[in-house]
Every structure is written in C-alpha cells, then in structure tokens.
C-alpha cells in the first residue's frame, strides 16, 4: 500500500447506507450511551481461558467465554447482527460482501490441538470461516476476505468502493468480526503489552498497555443514497518492523496526507487508534496535531478493548452515533496529562464540525484513514 498522491484526482465519494455494531455494551446506540457515561467493559480475564494464566483486561460479549467451542460461541452474536442487515440479495455480484477480521476463527486451530474435535477444523482458517459463516447467513459466492491486522476493515470499506467507483456493484456490504480467544489473548500477552494493567489511550504515563475486546459491525456503501459521506480514503504501509513504526513517526504522516486535498478548510474531530501503548500513541497523537491543529482527538479503546482488525468498523458505527446525537464520547480510560493538547478526556458537542477523520494503525506500520462528512 502506498499514501495517495496530492496530484492524483480525488475519486468521488461514496455514501453509507447504513452501519450497525455489536460490542459487549450492545448495539451502537447503547455503546455510544455507555461511553458518554465512562463505563469501562474491559475486566480481568485469566488469559489463557480455562488454562488459567495471568488475569488480563478482556471485554466479552455477555455470558461468552474465552475459549473456543465447537460451534463457536459468538455465532449467535453474528447472526443476531446480521438480522439487522437490510433486506437484499447480498453475496450476488450487484451486491457483493467484504468480510474482514484479523482472526476469523483461529482460535479453533488452537482448540483443536489442545481438546481435539474435528469440528474445530471447518473454522480455523479465514477463507473456511468466512465459506461457513457465507452458508448460515445465507449469503451468494460473491464474498471476498480481507485480513490485514488492524487495518482490516478499512480495506474492505476502501475495496468496496472501489467497485462502487468502478459501476461493478450497486452496492457493497462490508461485515467484520474480531472475537477473541486463548490463542489471541496469550499472542499479545507474549509481546507483554497485554498485561495486568488496563489501557490509558494517549495518556503520557510510564507503562504502556492494551486490552482486547470483541466486537463485530457492517455498513452498506452506495454510490448516492446514504446520510454519511466517505469524502477519502488513505492507506500507507512503512513495510518496517514486525511489529513497530518508525521513529520518526512519518509513517502516520504519510497516511495523514492522504487525505489532506479532501480535509482542506474544513473542521473535523478525530477519532483515533489509541490503544495505550506508549511509543505509537506518541507518534499517532502528536502526528495528527501537526496535521489538523486543533482538531479533538479521542480514542474509546480504553472502554471497549481493542476490537483488531474489526475496530475500523466497530468504532465508525459508535463515531455514526455521535455524529447523529451531536455528542462525542471522550477519551475513556485515560486522564490528562495527554499526548498533545488536542487529546480530548471529556465528551463534547460535535455539532459545529463539518467532518470526522478516523484512523486505524496496525502491526509493522500498516496505517489507514478515512475522512466522513454527513449532511
């Protein structure tokens, strides 16, 4: 992936239909009221699930346990998303499906090894999870996978407008789903930056740490029917490390460009990434003042957990909400002092903004970032 060039012509926007997200508050309208309260659905989850293991901030769905079951557990959190969907024959080539998550069902893999059962096998790769959750759901053969970290959702939304941009579609669905399992809880616990303490995205303190969250969200793009518009779209991969950016942070910056022609003169919040690590909260927050100076800039991972490559779309259904309520939640979790004067800890009226940026950034200096207007 590559930032956009400031000559290349901006395509035309794309419009979204409709979105909807499942976190362990409930649907986006409950979330949004939970974070305007502070409320936190992060607890101590011992991290290995039923092999024990430190405790570690963990938000499951209600009644869902960590480890893997055979079906999985949060099949009926799906479906149960999935039935709010528009009516339409999804899965068709009119009308095909991007599904992106950054685990699908691995977490079976692990299951399997551990208790066996075959069952776990028809799961535990993306392209096997995402045929059988095609068949529940009732969709056609037009559904395409993406998996890249955490900036997996942001490909499928930029995917589907591609088709849209392209007259190869009337409209889009993008489905994303992230939850969480022993074998990724144990995976970032590895790296130690899931540990015992809870996540304060942006907060400039001492220990950095994450927590992990489930969640699942879709939207339907259009070409011109929908109240919200995706004005741009950025994405941008230092291809660097692992797992680390830059130091220098101009990985951020070079996403951020991206969007600048589209972003010019107007006044937007900022909802961010901000996971409570340390080093790319630093470069996220204080690249993001140097581009839009004065530009509140929140992050709700620090309530609900880090949803992976699902949190693009799970958080644009909460930033949808503020958007229609004319509130934004706060930065939840964390206290001042922040990253940059622009880290914004307390909710605040959006109304006179005419745009939102919103940013995912993943492991090895993956960025995306889209700028959303409404009417």
Aim: net charge negative.
């Amino acid at each position: 992936m590559s930032s956009v060039p400031r000559t290349r012509p901006l395509p035309p926007p794309v419009r979204i239909a409709a979105c909807a997200c499942v976190t362990p508050f409930g649907a986006a309208p409950a979330t949004h009221a939970a974070l305007l309260e502070g409320r936190v659905a992060l607890a101590p989850v011992p991290v290995l699930g039923l092999d024990g293991g430190d405790p570690v901030p963990l938000a499951l769905m209600p009644g869902r346990d960590l480890d893997d079951t055979d079906p999985p557990s949060w099949l009926p959190w799906v479906q149960r998303l999935a039935e709010t969907l528009p009516f339409g024959d999804w899965g068709t080539p009119r009308r095909p499906v991007f599904v992106t998550s950054s685990n699908f069902g691995v977490g079976n893999l692990l299951a399997w090894r551990r208790r066996g059962g075959d069952g776990h096998l028809a799961y535990g790769a993306p392209f096997l999870c995402a045929e059988w959750l095609r068949d529940r759901l009732g969709w056609g053969d037009a559904v395409t996978v993406f998996s890249h970290a955490c900036v997996s959702a942001h490909l499928g939304l930029m995917q589907a407008a591609r088709v849209l941009h392209a007259g190869a579609a009337d409209e889009a669905l993008v489905f994303s789903f992230d939850f969480l399992s022993p074998f990724v809880a144990g995976g970032f616990n590895a790296l130690k930056i899931l540990n015992g303490a809870c996540p304060a995205p942006y907060q400039d303190r001492e220990i950095g740490a994450i927590g992990l969250g489930d969640g699942a969200a879709w939207a339907v793009l259009t070409r011109d029917r929908g109240p919200w518009c995706i004005e741009a779209q950025s994405p941008f991969n230092e291809m660097h490390h692992f797992t680390a950016n830059r130091a220098d942070g101009s990985g951020f910056a070079a996403c951020l460009e991206g969007l600048a022609p589209a972003a010019a003169g107007r006044r937007v919040w900022i909802k961010g990434h901000g996971t409570g690590t340390l080093e790319a909260g630093r470069l996220e927050a204080q690249t993001l003042a140097a581009r839009f100076p004065g530009a509140p800039l929140v992050g709700w991972k620090g309530a609900l957990g880090h949803t992976l490559g699902s949190c693009g779309l799970v958080e644009l259904a909460v930033v949808l909400e503020s958007i229609r309520t004319g509130r934004t939640p706060g930065t939840v979790g964390a206290v001042a002092p922040g990253f940059s004067s622009e880290v914004t800890f307390a909710s605040f009226d959006n109304r006179a903004c005419d745009g939102v940026v919103c940013t995912s950034n993943a492991f090895g200096g993956a960025h995306a970032a889209l700028l959303l207007t409404h009417e």
